[in-house]
């Protein structure tokens, strides 16, 4: 999917892991948030095209001339209910964000999950990442953020 001024917003593919692996944790270090039991130190963030093969889930990127500067995708995380899924690893670099293209993957994402059968959405998150969330919209399901950093909190974020 082209957008505006070159960037594409694509599945992800194996040859992308290591720089979508390396943007993570440099917005991760640059917001502040937790490196230890989170995405940071998380064997999956090294092979997140891997991570979604055989699975009813997907991961997209934002490239631009073949730099990666984001990403987000939906997983069936284990622990949710049935027709829930987890939005999962959404970062983008500070090169996309005010550009409206974290609003478009995140919009992408949400109806992809929907084609795919599920009827909720999840996302965990860190009170320093918040601004990004605010976003969610344009479902016609629940979406439901979880505060990392207060185990048990359950805020609704979107539903219609």
Same mark, same amino acid.
């Given at each position: 999917? $082209?957008?505006?001024?070159?960037?594409?917003?694509?599945?992800?593919?194996?040859?992308?892991?290591?720089?979508?692996?390396? +943007?993570?944790?440099?917005?991760?270090?640059?917001?502040?948030?937790? #490196?230890?039991? =989170?995405?940071?130190?998380?064997?999956?963030?090294?092979?997140?095209?891997?991570?979604? $093969?055989? &699975?009813?889930?997907?991961? *997209? &990127?934002?490239?631009?001339?073949?730099?990666?500067?984001?990403?987000?995708?939906?997983?069936?995380?284990?622990?949710?209910?049935?027709?829930?899924?987890?939005?999962?690893?959404?970062?983008?670099?500070?090169?996309? #964000? $005010?550009?409206?293209?974290?609003? =478009?993957?995140?919009?992408?994402? &949400?109806? #992809?999950?929907?084609?795919?059968?599920?009827?909720? +959405?999840?996302?965990?998150?860190?009170? #320093? +990442?918040?601004?990004? +969330?605010?976003?969610?919209?344009?479902?016609?399901?629940?979406? *439901? =953020? &979880?505060?990392?950093?207060?185990?048990?909190?359950?805020?609704?974020?979107?539903?219609?």
């Amino acid at each position: 999917m $082209e957008t505006k001024d070159g960037f594409i917003i694509r599945p992800i593919k194996e040859t992308d892991n290591a720089q979508m692996a390396r +943007l993570i944790r440099c917005v991760i270090d640059e917001f502040g948030v937790s #490196r230890t039991g =989170m995405v940071y130190d998380d064997p999956v963030t090294d092979c997140i095209s891997q991570s979604v $093969e055989n &699975v009813n889930t997907e991961y *997209w &990127v934002i490239d631009y001339g073949g730099e990666i500067q984001g990403g987000c995708g939906f997983y069936p995380t284990k622990g949710l209910p049935g027709k829930c899924a987890e939005i999962v690893k959404y970062y983008l670099s500070p090169a996309v #964000r $005010e550009k409206g293209l974290g609003g =478009m993957i995140l919009d992408l994402i &949400v109806r #992809r999950a929907k084609e795919a059968g599920y009827t909720s +959405l999840y996302i965990k998150h860190s009170l #320093r +990442l918040v601004k990004p +969330l605010i976003c969610i919209r344009n479902g016609d399901f629940s979406c *439901w =953020m &979880v505060n990392s950093e207060i185990p048990g909190i359950r805020q609704p974020v979107y539903s219609c």
